[in-house]
């Protein structure tokens, strides 16, 4: 397969992590990026030698046959139209929008057009997603019954992520129940079926700044969920796990690339293989690579995560934090 050209809108953590992790890649070459920030060509330089800075975003939709939106959510829908119309393919970032009528009509538009979009979920390509699968399919849960899903940080917006903090602080855009529980959410809908939101509370701080609490009750498939994330009540920058129970015994993800067992003897054990999410990163974003790849050349099966399933986890999220 001859290699596809990828564009970069947005060069902050997102964009910045992806060449660094993913590239060089067999199947997918960098052909520009764009950012409003200088120092961008600095940091792009050093990632990524002879990769152009281009004078705009439209420039790198020219650039390129798919187009990696990594900008704030408010540019998410007007760059991929911009870049739809063009012709490109598009992988955005989550949340689709910050308007959810905004983001239905646009998810109504491009599925009514065919259009080759899909939105960076990376436990679409996860190693540790994958074995839970395999260990579902040997009947290590059997018929589910529950599903947990626990989500911590020491602080919001976690360490690494102070750049982008002027949003990811903020209600408006930002939050943990937006950029982290998301993820876990698409995994759920991926394992056991549509969500359904029963009830939620939420707890915000004084002014315009972001949740630092949730808890909620879901159905997914018709399976009980129990959701809850805080803010500040454990000392490390984050932790998290997802754990299903089925009747014939349970498995978890646990901070996000150690798939796990319950043993016997009431041990929680982890897959042979099983990597720290940091040494696990660059496979992930590798594949995330290759399905985009696939979906550039109209394999609408490639695996990413769909429109249709950014919009029903970004349905549920927004349904949480109005609670």
Known sequence: ????????????????????TAFPH???????????????????????????????????I????????AAPPA?????????????????????????????????????????????????ASSPAVAQLEAWRAAGAVGAPRSLAIRTDFGRWPRGWQHGAAGWLARRAEGGFTREVVSHFLFLTRRQLGPIELVSASVTYPEGDLAEIGIEAELRAGGVPVTLSGSVGRIVEDE???????????????????????LEADGVW??????????????????????????????DTAAGLATLREALEVQQIVEGILRS
């Open 1 to 20: 397969m001859a290699q596809i050209a990828l564009g970069i809108v947005g060069f902050g953590i997102m964009g910045e992590r992806l060449v660094a």
């Open 26 to 60: 067999p199947q997918v070459r960098l052909s520009g990026v764009w950012d409003p920030q200088p120092a961008v060509a600095g940091r792009l330089a050093t990632l990524a030698s002879g990769v152009p800075v281009l004078a705009d975003a439209a420039a790198v």
């Open 62 to 69: 020219e650039s390129c046959d798919a187009l990696y939106i």
């Open 75 to 123: 540019a998410h829908i007007p760059l991929a139209r911009a870049a739809l119309a063009a012709g490109r393919a598009v992988l955005l970032e989550k949340p689709l929008a910050t308007d959810l009528a905004e983001a239905a009509a646009f998810v109504a538009e491009a599925e009514a057009s065919g259009a080759r979009a899909g939105v960076n979920f990376p436990m």
């Open 239 to 261: 932790a998290n796990s997802w754990v299903l129970t089925g009747e014939a015994g349970s498995i978890r993800l646990r901070n996000w690339s150690f798939a796990e067992r």
């Open 269 to 298: 054990r982890p897959a042979p293989d099983a990597l720290p999410n940091e040494a696990m990163r660059p496979m992930v974003l590798r594949g995330q690579m290759q399905k985009l790849a696939a979906l550039t050349g109209g």
